[in-house]
Nanobody, 123 residues
């Protein structure tokens, strides 16, 4: 059984920064990929970023490229999302996902989600 817990969300002004964390516990599978998704009010959940668990390959949505950075600390079973130059459009609930696969360069999430953390950007 895998449990994912997101933290680090909050309220910040446009142009500010936040760092989200996703800590994994329970049964662990080596080599698992990780991803971040977000869901804004009235919109569907969308991909934000992904990273290979035991590798160094990362991928980002066009809307966050150059502003967000995904990273990992395998010793802590934790994945991070550093968010800089935040915009009001980034306001959403952010979720982490464990164990997704890549298909033609696209991260396909597995059914392991955290409860989400709210990120609100004021203008």
């Amino acid at each position: 059984q895998v449990q994912l817990v997101e933290s680090g969300g909050g309220l910040v002004q446009a142009g500010g920064s936040l760092r989200l964390s996703c800590a994994a516990s329970g049964r662990t599978f080596s080599g698992n990929n990780m991803g971040w998704f977000r869901q804004a009010p009235g919109k569907e959940r969308e991909f934000v970023a992904s990273i290979t668990w035991n590798g160094d390959s990362t991928s980002y949505a066009d809307s966050v490229k150059g502003r967000f950075t995904i990273s990992r600390d395998n010793a802590k079973n934790t994945v991070y999302l550093q968010m800089n130059s935040l915009k009001p459009e980034d306001t959403a609930v952010y979720y982490c996902n464990r164990g997704g696969q890549y298909s033609r360069g696209t991260y396909i999430p597995a059914d392991y989600w955290g409860q989400g953390t709210q990120v609100t950007i004021s203008s």
